[in-house]
């Protein structure tokens, strides 16, 4: 790989000239590909999570939801579905207090589960489950002794390329991990999750504001600007909502 820098700041000597990083297209990179290593290159959150020692920049995505809603407080039982590579594990343990570091708060749980095998975190507990499986919740409820206060998910399918393909699958994955947290959740809990705009969210949104108190759809500033992806956080858990197309019943 051949980079270069390109001034784009203040020429004078004045402070520190801003600096962007250039690729050149390698033989056998794709044009695509250059172009996503550049933008990673150059990508202030990337920076700042190889600074900070986080997995990644989604870290950050989690650290601005929960500044916005404080639903990571000290103490609060933490499932992460689709953990990998377990950045948002990394917030999560800080902030509930996992490690007991914060002495005289509550000490919380940090368990993440994924597909794919993820290298430990200190203060949490990581496990290599499909969360789609029959007796998911269970296995959860065991290894947390209980049920959740949070339930949070930044999982996506593999990009198919077709925007609507995607979208579908995302809300689909999304929906899922609602109907888990239904089931693992206490009463007053938070579901935070990723979704892609695009259309078909709203059965999922009509669906969450009959099982919580309050949803909100939020687009965090670590969210690249040219990506569909949004975040719905659904507080106040009141409990599983009725199935769709229930029957509510015969008049006598």
Not at 83 to 95: E, I, L, N, T, Y
Not at 96 to 115: C, H, P, Q, S
Not at 160 to 169: A, E, M, T
Request: some cysteine; overall charge positive; proline content about 4%.
């Amino acid at each position: 790989m051949t980079t270069k820098k390109t001034g784009t700041g203040n020429t004078s000597g004045r402070g520190q000239r801003d600096l962007r990083v250039r690729v050149k297209t390698a033989k056998g990179r794709k044009l695509s590909s250059t172009l996503w290593l550049e933008r990673q290159l150059n990508d202030p959150y990337v920076q700042r999570a190889k600074r900070e020692g986080y997995r990644g920049r989604a870290a950050f995505k989690i650290l601005e939801l929960d500044d916005k809603f404080r639903f990571l407080v000290p103490g609060a039982r933490v499932v992460d579905l689709g953990c990998a590579p377990g950045g948002w594990c990394q917030v999560a343990v800080a902030r509930v207090n996992a490690l007991g570091e914060k002495k005289g708060k509550a000490i919380g749980t940090v368990l993440g589960v994924d597909l794919q095998e993820v290298a430990p975190i200190a203060g949490a507990d990581i496990h290599q489950l499909d969360f789609l499986e029959e007796d998911a919740e269970a296995k959860v409820k065991g290894w947390l002794g209980g049920g959740a206060d949070v339930v949070m998910s930044d999982m996506a399918p593999s990009a198919s390329g077709n925007k609507q393909v995607d979208h579908l699958r995302i809300i689909a994955l999304c929906e899922a991990a609602a109907e888990f947290a239904f089931d693992v959740l206490e009463e007053g809990g938070t579901f935070v999750a990723k979704v892609l705009a695009g259309g078909a969210e709203q059965e999922l949104q009509a669906r969450l504001k009959k099982a919580f108190t309050k949803v909100a759809n939020v687009k965090p500033p670590a969210s690249r600007a040219d990506s569909s992806e949004k975040f719905v956080v659904a507080t106040g858990f009141r409990g599983r909502p009725e199935e769709p197309g229930a029957d509510d019943g015969d008049d006598v």
